[in-house]
């Protein structure tokens, strides 16, 4: 690789112009293009500091062996002249939106003598009348099969056209009546072309008219006792609603725009975009790019801009509107730019409310979904899992295949409510079932790297346990330290879905939730008849991993490899993933191991941490809110929630309730004498808790009085 120092130009030399640049590698094929309103500015970020730069663009410039710029006049030069530079070099740094296929259109070829309906691609022909963009394109043949019953406008190929011509007989749909046969003379010339512009009409939005007329000589038809005739118009109307329906109207009437939204995460960004014409969604097309830069929405959507339309013109291909998540910081060049290739003014919108921001919403769920279907089909793929685990075990240069995959992630506010979440992979797959998570107080929450050897002395401490290789008392006496005398490791694995987790009773029994619990044993309930059944016991972790994942860097690495270093764990490997620069730390190494942004191995990487993250911000916004709510009846020894509960909807208030009698606390479903003298007794003046209302613990309202 080259030294960027080696190739940087002198700080004089560069112009404060604005300008577009390239880089080329050592072979002067260019890998980079971009452009700058300050060239000097711009390309000093680059090799001012290259260690603290981006993977990808750290790559980039250390793939480069000379970089050069030109001045241009004005931005908007500088956007048509970086687009025309990727478009001609294809820059292997830069980000491609665009595929190998345009956008398919419905034409009709108004320029001939016999019109024809088709499905075109490419550049704009003269004479052809334009209809979409639709996607996919088979939506745009099950229209047109539909209209031919209405508009029996030629929609063959000209060899078929011509060889019908010569023989005389029209081809198959002139004999369903889908084609008015002009091959043949069925119709004439300008009859036929009366036609295609009635279907032109239709498609441009007067199907209104068409519908009503078809009414009106179906009504006369039934007057006439013509009924054949009357359900031909019949179907035919109903043929018409179906196309017109078909398209879901958004907006009014007079409305054409493309409406674009992102979705994206460290490596990827997924792209969906709705054409609407007339109001009405013609079309809908998406993408799912690697991101070469971190770069921001309105970033993306610039490039994405300048990709999209780059090659196209006319009112056609490029609407009136375009429809953005976020304004692009030279929004004014790009409206300049995209009413130049239209032939009359783009409007570049960022829509704050109403019925656009809700289409805007609609589009970006879209692209949040492409995106995540795009993550699963990667995860669910055998040959990618596979490869991915390969690379991985290379890269670490592990001697043992990485059949199971731990990953432990910190999650709190400000030191509050701190938890750990345990996640793991088996074969590539998440093994939700063997998901655990941890509660952690004492001095175990002051840093995360306190937390993190916490959580990873629990959770093998256990296995040790479990394996006979470290007693019991031993486990008890350790666990009483204050980092996990009061935490809690309840071991649920999630559910389907959802945020939060339930609890099988199999795999934790009801009375360890609130305490770190050591295997216990489950009595069948045929014992008595069978006393000499061995009972299974209860496993709160399976079989330890061949890697433990940990979210973070050289600190939380060296915490967990400490952790399992004092409990005598040597055949567990230990690496940490640092989020800014997707860096893989080892232990006791003073350089990370850098995985190509491609990598399959660093895409299971990410996976499992985002996995492990999500499943701690679960854990941790389901203590915090507990904790937001306290209540004078939260330390009533022998008071559980439903009880609570059913207290607070009889009296209606806490000051009620502690002004009630015995009598009347009995009068409360649930509530004995016993329990209710118990509750006069702690609900009574003087109680340490009576000058204690129940009050929202993050904004200290009182909820209770």
Known sequence: MADPASYRPRTGEIPTNPGVYRFRDEHGRVIYVGKAKNLRSRLNNYFASPKNLLPKTYAMVHTAASVEWTIVGSELEAIQLEYTWIKEF??????????????PYLAVTMGEKFPRVQVMRGERRKGVKYFGPYYPAKAIRETVDTLLRVFPVRSCSTGVFNRAQRTGRPCLL????KCSAPCVGRISPEDHKALAAEFCAFMGGEADRFIRALEKKMAAAVAELDYESAARHRDDIAALRRVFERNAVVLSEDTDADVFALAQDELEAAVQVFHVRGGRIRGQRGWVVEKVEDQSTADLAE?????VYGDADGPDRIPRQVMLPQEPENAAELQAWLSTLRGSKVQIHVPKRGDKAALISTVRENAEQALALHKSRRAGDITTRSAGLQQLQEALDLPVALLRIECYDISHVQGTNVVASMVV????LAKKSDYRRFAITGDAARDDTSAMYDVISRRFRNYLVDQGRLAAPEA???VAGAAAEAAAAQPQPPADGGDTAVVPEEVVPQETVAKETVPQETVPQDTVLAETLTPAPK?????PPNLVVVDGGPPQVAAASRALADLGITDVYVVGLAKRLEEVWLPDDDFPVILPRTSEGLFLLQRIRDEAHRFAIAYHRQKRGKAMTVSVLDGIQGLGPAKRKALLKHFGSAKKLKAASVEELQQVPGIGPAMAASLRRQLAPGAADDAAPAVNMATGEIIES
């Open 476 to 478: 008890a006496e350790a």
């Open 425 to 428: 992979v088996e074969d590539g």
């Open 90 to 103: 294809t820059p292997r740094f830069n980000i491609m939106f665009r595929d190998d296929k345009s956008y």
């Open 539 to 543: 496993t709160k972790f399976a079989y």
């Open 303 to 307: 490039h994405l801009l300048q990709q």
């Open 174 to 177: 002139g004999y369903i009546d």
